[in-house]
Structures are given as structure tokens and as C-alpha cells.
DNA sequence: TGTACATCAGTGAACGCGCGTTCACTGATGTAC
DNA sequence: TGTACATCAGTGAACGCGCGTTCACTGATGTAC
């Protein structure tokens, strides 16, 4: 199979966009996330994303470093979007705190659904939040939304029996991905599950938020 | 930098092992685990797997048909690794079931930390159970030996409030994965995290057994 | 408003490299008689 | 116990390919005056 793109950069691309790109940054990130969604985690390389952003092989070096580098990014963009989806849900009007974790567990599976490369590039993609500042920033915002769910739905309970608020935020974490990223993903590495993944996380959250005493029991 | 190995197989590694290599099959599951684990979950060839185990790198093509049908037997001998570990920590003597299931979570986690190679294969590779009859066997396996733990769990409470056991089962398993994949990991991916990950699986699991009744409130 | 110039963000050719895969081959092993 | 032969499990050379990366370059844009 010879490689022919089927439209080369003097043809639409180029007549579209002319010299200059525009955003090819952004273009990139977008490419390497398609082509991850499209081939698994480890199906992308520089030079088909460029093909894909209608580049020549070397114009992604304007940008990034290396592959790595646009990994980071993809991360990155995946922390941010993430982070919106928690925030979008959480500030729907007129919820309870619980409804209000709840739908932040259904964004959290749904997030997982519908873009599992961000979530593989972001979370198995051995790229820790610690080599790059702003990915940090928007992975702790993403925690932190989680946080503050967690206390208002703890405020609730009375003082006596109120729980250590980090520990039960970093559970609820815990328990969301561990359904998301077994049950509840968007790729090949879905597993059968007994129940749809958000019924299996709204009933593990209710067990556990009446094992910590902020639900009646029963 | 030129390609040249270090020991090629006419020296030392034919010497050893004459014309047959004895058991090419696990040698090359075995380098393809190291490779993974010192590159990352990309980070390796057929033809990097032939060099470490000291074949040409044809001779792998005897015994897997392509790249992917090795990883599926690196996330094959996961599993089975995997599955016995678990099973290891329940028949340990004289343990209570829920010392049992607390051990067996130790192990869960003890698993991610120390192959992360391994757990990197079974879950986040995009390869499915359902790809191979062994593999979804040994999956099955694992599973099924924490649900029994579970099921143990559960018989000591009153009849009336026994929780569903694969919902359960299902829960606990979720949960060990999220804070061995966000948490308990041995690679570059791991988080930072308020407790050890031993001590937040335990406090977790303690919190809901509590929630599901199977366990005294306070 | 116009022009000169610096800077930015692309091009495209070139390179060396290792990979995946095929092929005819050959050494080692097991077995029938 | 010895020999012939089939089968198994390797070799090693060869190939085409796409990748990563570099380089001198050039078109487009923004700005100082």
C-alpha cells in the first residue's frame, strides 16, 4: 500500500488556510487525540498528525519538542475539558449536594465514554502531572471540584460525624475511575459489567456515603 | 549511534542454549514485559523483544502472529500471575474473611506497584477479555476469587441485609482498581495521594461495608 | 499611508534508522522400523 | 542399538516503509518610522 494523502497541503488545506496555519498547535493536539481514539494509545506519531493537520512532517517542531511533548498537551487539553465537565455539572441550578455528586459521577463516566483517548492520554499514558505546571493546574482543578462536592454533601451530616474531607473526596475519586476505567470507557478494554456503569457508581456512592453516616441507613 | 548488541547470539546466549532456545515463547512474553516496563506501555518492538531474549528477530514470528497477539499473552500471563496472587492472600491460614478481603486488596495493590508492566497490559492496552478464550479464563479467575472473598464478607451478616454478591463484588473490585491505577501504580503515572494507598483501600472498604450494614456503624 | 525590516511559522528535501515481515535455508530433535 | 526421515524451531539476508529530526529556505505578518 503506497502512502498517498488523499488531499495534499497545496490543495484544499493550503487554498483554505494559505501560508500560515492559523492554530496549528491546537490542530495538533486534536489530531493526536483522533488518532489515538482511532488506533489505541499507542497508535499515533508526529508525522501522522501533521499529516492529519495538513502540515509537513517538520512544522509540528514549531511547537512541540518531541512526541512526548504533544502527549503532555493532549493531557492537558483532556484536564481542561474534564475539569469543565465536573464544573458544568456541579453548577447545574437547583440540586441537593447529593444530586449534585451525583452528577458529577454520571460526568465523570461520561467523560470516559465519549473521549477515551483524552482519558487514556491523561491517565495511562505514564505522563505524570508533575512534568508540566498548567497540566498540574487543571488535573488539581479537576480534583478540587470533586472536593468541594464531597464537602457540601458531608455538611450535611452532623459536626460529630462529619468526615475527613480530603480522605472522602480522594474514595469518591477512586471509586469513580475505578468504574470508568473498567466498566465504563469508551474503547476495546470495556469489561462486562452486571449493571450500566452509572447505575454501578450511584449505588457504590450511596453504600459508601451510609458507611460514612451522611445517609440514613435504609 | 550504531545498532550493534551488546552480545550477539552466536556468543554468549547460542553457547548457553545450542540451536533451540527451550522456551522462546515465555522468554519473548518475558522481554516483552521488561520493555514495557522500562519504556512505558509503547515502548516495545517484536524486534526489540527477539534482541533481549537473544534470538533473530524472525524467530518470533514462530510463535505469535504479530505485535498484538504478544501483548495479548504478556496480559495472559498477567492475569494468571495476578489470579494467583489473590488467591494466595485468601488461603493464607487462619484469617477472617474480612482480614481475608483486606488481604487480598493489599494484593491487588501490591500487583500494580510491583508489575506495573503487567497491569499496564491486563487494563489499559485496549486489549479486551474477549479476545482469547485463555485470557478471559484467567480474567474470570481473578475475578472471581475476589468475589468469593466478598461472598464471605457478606455470610457474616444478618440474612435479611446481605447485599447482591456480584454487585458487591463488582464495587470492591472497582474500587481496588481506581486507587491502584490513580494511586498504587509502580510507574511514572502514579499520584500523589493524603495516605498511603494500603491505608485508603482499607479505610474505603471498611467505610463501605459499613454502609452496606456487614459491618458495625462505629 | 507607505515602506523597510524583523520575526514568525511554515516548506520540502534529505538523512539514517529500526521495524515488520518474508524467504529459502539448516541445525536439532523425536520417532518408526 | 542404529539408521532414515519427518518435523520442529531456529537463522540471516533482504526488502520496502514510515518515522524522527535537521536544515537552509521562504511566504506572511506585524511594527517602527
Redesign the interface.
Same mark, same amino acid.
Given at each position: 500500500m503506497r502512502y498517498m494523502p488523499v488531499m495534499s497541503p497545496s490543495d484544499r488545506n493550503r487554498a483554505k488556510r494559505g501560508y500560515h496555519h492559523g492554530n496549528l498547535r491546537a490542530a495538533l493536539v486534536d489530531a493526536a487525540r483522533a488518532l489515538i481514539a482511532e488506533k489505541?494509545? $499507542?497508535g499515533f506519531t508526529i508525522a501522522e498528525a501533521a499529516r492529519l493537520a495538513g502540515v509537513s512532517p517538520s512544522a509540528p517542531y514549531r511547537h512541540f519538542k518531541d512526541r512526548d511533548a504533544l502527549i503532555v498537551d493532549v493531557a492537558k487539553e483532556g484536564f481542561t475539558r474534564f475539569a469543565d465537565a465536573l464544573e458544568a455539572a456541579w453548577s447545574a441550578p437547583s440540586l441537593t449536594p447529593l444530586q449534585a455528586l451525583d452528577a458529577q459521577g454520571r460526568a465523570y463516566l461520561q467523560f470516559a465514554k465519549e473521549e477515551p483517548a483524552f482519558f487514556?492520554a491523561m +491517565?495511562?499514558? /505514564? @505522563?505524570?502531572?508533575g512534568v508540566d505546571p498548567d497540566l498540574r493546574r487543571e488535573a488539581d482543578r479537576a480534583f478540587n471540584l470533586l472536593a468541594r462536592a464531597c464537602d457540601a454533601v458531608a455538611a450535611g451530616a452532623p459536626p460529630e460525624r462529619r468526615?475527613p474531607a &480530603? $480522605?472522602m473526596a #480522594?474514595?469518591i475519586? =477512586? &471509586?469513580?475511575? /475505578?468504574?470508568a476505567?473498567? +466498566?465504563g470507557r469508551g474503547?476495546?478494554?470495556?469489561?462486562a459489567?452486571?449493571?450500566p456503569a452509572e447505575d454501578?457508581l450511584e449505588? =457504590?456512592v450511596? @453504600?459508601? &456515603?451510609? /458507611?460514612?453516616?451522611v445517609l440514613p #441507613?435504609d
Open positions: 489505541g494509545p $499507542m487514556s +491517565f495511562e499514558s /505514564g @505522563v505524570s502531572p468526615p &480530603l $480522605m #480522594t474514595h475519586w =477512586a &471509586l469513580s475511575h /475505578g468504574i476505567a473498567l +466498566f474503547d476495546d478494554g470495556r469489561r459489567s452486571p449493571l454501578l449505588s =457504590a450511596a @453504600v459508601y &456515603l451510609r /458507611g460514612l453516616g #441507613t
